[in-house]
């Protein structure tokens, strides 16, 4: 079974950093782009972040830039969000999603950012 | 960064009934359009690809045209389970963008 999940989430104060992380099992990995998307409490889906197959190549939403970072490991199956300075305005919950298509989504993983 | 902007925002549609729902983007992004459905605390699934190509295991009666700029999702025969948020999302350029979603309701 092709499958997605995340974990990572939690509470953090603003300023702060966490590192969320996406296992994929049931396809093969290393051949797909993948993406994070979040969407805040209530509101609509927000593209974050897209990396290539190899990890050579990554794309960011300018909200984003500069602080969160987005990697992977072929070798153990697993996408990776690294956030720092986190805002309040990061608050949401984070999806990682497979390929160009986005085709396969996660049920996602909370963070909430609040002091 | 190209917005795409959803009408309506909000439907409310009686079962069997047709829905059709817009999708127009802020420049020209040929078929680079897909189109997703959000269940209540559920995660996204995907609909229709490249405006028009639907999804396996999609049912039938969901589908999409459009291309450039103006693109529509049109459900037909509506059925209770298709109560949910539909979002549009462009992938001509980066950042990629999704619409503001449209909320469909079953009377």
């Known amino acids: 079974e092709v499958q997605l999940v995340e974990s990572g989430g939690g509470l953090v104060q603003p300023g702060g950093s966490l590192r969320l992380s996406c296992a994929a099992s049931?396809?093969?990995?290393?051949?797909?782009?993948m993406h994070w998307v979040r969407q805040a409490p209530g509101k609509g889906l927000v593209w974050v972040s897209r990396i290539n197959s190899g990890g050579s190549s990554t794309n960011y939403a300018d909200s984003v830039k500069g602080r969160f970072t987005i990697s992977r490991d072929n070798a153990k199956n697993t996408l990776y969000l690294q956030m720092n300075s986190l805002r309040a305005e990061d608050t949401a919950v984070y999806y990682c999603?497979?390929?160009?298509?986005?085709?396969?989504w996660g049920k996602g993983t909370t963070v909430t950012v609040s002091s | 960064e190209i917005v795409l902007t959803q009408s309506p925002d909000f439907q409310s549609v009686t079962p069997k009934e047709k829905v059709t729902i817009t999708c127009r983007a802020s420049?020209?992004?040929?078929?680079?359009l897909h189109w997703f459905q959000q269940k209540p605390d559920q995660s996204p699934k995907l609909l229709i690809k490249?405006?028009?190509q639907s999804f396996s295991g999609v049912p039938s009666r969901f589908s999409g045209s459009g291309s450039g700029t103006d693109f529509t999702l049109t459900i037909n025969s509506l059925e209770a389970e298709d109560a949910a948020t539909y979002y549009c999302?462009?992938?001509?350029?980066?950042?990629?963008?999704f619409g503001q979603g449209t909320k469909v309701e079953i009377k």
């Open positions: 999603a497979r390929a160009y298509d986005m085709d396969v």
């Open positions: 999302r462009q992938s001509s350029s980066f950042p990629w963008t």
């Open positions: 490249y405006a028009s």
């Open positions: 420049q020209s992004i040929g078929s680079s």
């Open positions: 049931g396809f093969t990995f290393s051949t797909y782009w």
